[in-house]
């Protein structure tokens, strides 16, 4: 069990990492992307499906692919997507530093709040699968923090340390006796 397991992270739509924008800018800078209406779109780190399930639902005939290392995060986004019922999104569980770098390809493939998050050798895997896994016309997307506001990893690193039970903790109001 990992944190992301006990502690919840719903995520949601994160419009500057839709494929339309990746593909329009894509476009812009001189490339030929493949069209977002039949693409296949992977996302790593995708959490309980915030991102990649608005996207599957407004792109019926793409197929999307989600991978995180959280059971119960990809259980939920499982769940999602077959109440919305949409077929062509798949949820994996799975460490992306066991990722197979060497299968099938994908047009987009995306990883929004993940870099910055992961150590050096998951990193270090991460651009190996976006650069062996992408078509030959694919973009990939991949955020990581910046400074100044990056200090604030720091404190999430602090952060981080703490147990589920050690919000407990916190959030317990103390007793009349322990008041006076
Ligand atoms: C900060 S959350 C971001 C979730 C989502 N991408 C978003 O932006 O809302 C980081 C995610 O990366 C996942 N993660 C961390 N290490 C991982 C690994 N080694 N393999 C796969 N997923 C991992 C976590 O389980 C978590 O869901």
Redesign the pocket.
């Known amino acids: 069990m990992?944190l992301?397991d006990e502690l919840r992270?719903p995520?949601?739509f994160?419009p500057q990492a839709s494929i339309e924008r990746m593909a329009t800018l894509a476009t812009l800078y001189g490339m030929d992307p493949p069209p977002v209406q039949s693409c296949r779109v992977l996302?790593?780190?995708?959490?309980e499906g915030?991102?990649l399930l608005p996207l599957a639902h407004a792109f019926p005939d793409s197929e999307f692919v989600g991978?995180?290392?959280?059971e119960v995060?990809i259980d939920r986004a499982r769940n999602a997507a077959a109440q919305l019922g949409l077929e062509k999104v798949h949820f994996e569980a799975?460490?992306?530093?066991a990722f197979r770098a060497d299968a099938d390809t994908f047009d987009y493939i995306i990883a929004?709040?993940?870099f910055s998050?992961?150590p050096p050798a998951?990193q270090e895997k991460l651009l190996e699968v976006c650069s062996r896994r992408l078509a030959p016309r694919g973009v990939a997307y991949i955020s990581y923090n910046t400074y100044p506001a990056g200090h604030l990893r720091a404190f999430h690193a602090t952060w981080h340390g703490f147990t589920p039970a050690t919000f407990r903790t916190l959030a317990r109001r103390p007793t009349r006796r322990e008041r006076s």
Do not use: A, N, T
């Open positions: 990992i992301y992270y995520g949601r994160y996302e790593l780190g995708c959490g915030g991102h991978v995180d290392l959280s995060s799975g460490d992306l530093g929004h709040g993940v998050w992961i998951i």
